[in-house]
């Protein structure tokens, strides 16, 4: 497992240095797309389990990924924010409290909405959503709404 986040890190540190030389930082990459921000299944009701809320936000120059689930709250370190060709955003980033650095593509619908494409775990190479749809139940991904303030 140690190599893997080492060589990880080392991935993370050239497309960091390929943003930067491209002049595209990773908060570059989030903003354009639109990402920074609040999302969440329904903002009108408090963040819970089945309510979470997402915030993207940019700091300090570089870009967190912080979760809101009710009673537990986490921040993560985007490492990775990539615009690809479909207009989706591809983010890599580590999660300390879980030890695991996860790999996912968002995609936007027309009216402004997001939704996981795929999610998946870069040390083990398993997908909790692929192709939109969450593995163990075959379900859509949710999609989610831009809150209009920070809670």
């Known amino acids: 497992m140690r190599g893997s986040i080492q060589m990880l890190a080392a991935v993370a540190s050239i497309f960091a240095t390929a943003e930067v030389a491209l002049g595209q930082t990773v908060a570059d990459s989030a903003k354009k797309w639109g990402l920074l921000g609040t999302w969440s299944v329904d903002c009108s009701k408090p963040a819970s389990g089945s309510n979470s809320y997402l ?15 009710g009673d537990r709250r986490d921040a993560n370190a ?16 580590r999660f ?5 650095t996860r790999q996912f593509v968002m995609m936007k619908g027309s009216d402004g909405r997001i939704r996981a494409k795929w999610n998946r775990n870069v040390d083990t190479g398993e997908y909790s959503i ?3 749809k969450l593995v163990g139940s075959g379900a859509e991904s949710v999609w989610q709404k831009r809150c209009p303030v920070k809670r």
Do not use: C, W
């Open 55 to 69: 915030t993207y936000t940019a700091r300090e120059g570089r870009v967190y990924h912080e979760r809101e689930f």
């Open 78 to 93: 985007v490492l990775l924010a990539k615009i690809t060709n479909d207009n989706s955003i591809e983010l890599l980033i």
């Open 130 to 132: 692929k192709d939109g």
């Open 96 to 100: 300390e409290g879980l030890s695991q």
